[in-house]
């Protein structure tokens, strides 16, 4: 068995390469090649904390998986990742555990990519300014997976805490230096979507993080925190103004994000309105932006495919590297 480590992915797989494994299981999502039951929830109450278990099959590519992400939002305060996380990487043939990798990392790739997808596929091909919210473990891939696919000129950054905006943005700065994108810490999130091109939702959020009235005409958003059925980032005004609402799984947001329950529930919205999941788009079944004035909104809660494909495809590049520690 191959236990890889942040570092060791590190030395093999790049966000691009995490972009090309979503498609991909995004793809498979949408063939219904993927077996991957909804994950279990198991909550812990007495922390605030939650269990997840996502298991997933692939039999085309002879492989599963199952990873664990237990969120525990208070974490953060202690210097933690508050989604810790290991994935199992299983031969198919044999029901061999052949790999653990560092599920924490894997997961930030992975989710970062789902956005960067959706901008590759759903945001105008020019744009200048990009917004993210929440500075949190998932922020940088976010961000990265974001200046990767779309040239920017800035990306201003918001979050409640504004010293911990204006570390993130440095030490962005600092690692992002060679995609050559100002990255500005700003104190509203008012001011973050002024004039953007490209919106980033990343928080815990039980209330809307943004005003949807201000959005500009044109902007592509990723809305990534909302996984349980009482969150929401996302500020429903935005989605009348939408004329596409398009999702990582649909089968998956509708199990439990608020973004898209709560404005379904009061009827600001109906299934009518919903476009369909991204896999379709990279398949040629949905259309994607029409034009340079369509608002898109994109939900993505998180899939095991993400975790399966991008597993496996870390672990082909680091046998082939000789990187990683073999254990037992
Ligand atoms: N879609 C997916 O596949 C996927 C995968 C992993 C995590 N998530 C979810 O994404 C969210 C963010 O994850 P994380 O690990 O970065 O969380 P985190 O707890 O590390 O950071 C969250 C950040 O959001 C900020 N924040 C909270 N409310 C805000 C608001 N109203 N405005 C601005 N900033 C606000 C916090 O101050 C914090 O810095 C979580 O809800 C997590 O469960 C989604």
């Not at 990306?155 to 230096?177: G, H, I, P, S």
């Not at 649909?250 to 600001?268: C, F, Q, R, Y």
Request: with cysteine; hydrophobic share 40%; glycine share 8%.
């Amino acid at each position: 068995m191959l236990l890889l480590s942040r570092e060791d992915i590190k030395k093999v797989f790049t966000i691009q390469d995490a972009v090309e494994a979503d498609k991909k299981a995004f793809t498979l999502v949408s063939e219904g090649k993927c077996d991957s039951p909804l994950r279990t929830k198991i909550q812990a109450p007495k922390y605030d904390g939650c269990f997840l278990f996502m298991p997933a099959y692939i039999e085309e590519m002879d492989t599963a998986s199952l990873k664990t992400v237990n969120i525990f939002p208070h974490n953060i305060d202690n210097g933690l990742p508050s989604s810790p996380a290991q994935v199992l990487l299983i031969d198919g043939k044999t029901g061999v555990v052949t790999a653990v990798l560092d599920g924490t990392y894997v997961t930030q790739l992975r989710t970062g990519a789902s956005s960067g997808a959706a901008f590759e596929l759903l945001a105008k091909k020019n744009c200048r300014i990009g917004a993210l919210i929440g500075t949190g473990g998932q922020a940088a891939t976010q961000l990265e997976a974001m200046i990767a696919v779309r040239k920017l000129e800035e990306v201003r950054v918001y979050d409640l805490n504004y010293e911990r905006t204006v570390r993130f943005a440095e030490q962005m700065q600092k690692e992002l230096e060679s995609y050559g994108t100002k990255i500005t810490a700003v104190r509203s999130s008012d001011e973050a979507i002024d004039d953007a091109d490209l919106l980033i939702t990343v928080t815990p959020s039980s209330k809307p993080v943004f005003d949807g009235t201000k959005i500009k005409k044109g902007c592509t958003i990723s809305c990534v925190g909302a996984y349980q059925h009482h969150m929401q980032e996302m500020d429903p005004a935005i989605l009348p103004r939408a004329s596409k609402i398009y999702f990582d799984s649909k089968e998956a947001v509708l199990s439990e994000s608020g973004d898209i329950l709560l404005p379904l529930e009061e009827g600001l919205i109906t299934e009518d309105d919903f476009t369909g999941d991204i896999g379709d788009v990279i398949k040629g079944n949905l259309t994607g932006r029409e034009n340079d004035d369509e608002i898109i909104v994109y939900e993505t809660v998180g899939v095991g495919a993400q975790d399966l494909v991008t597993a496996r495809i870390i672990y082909e590049k680091a046998l082939k590297a000789g990187v990683g520690t073999q254990w037992g």
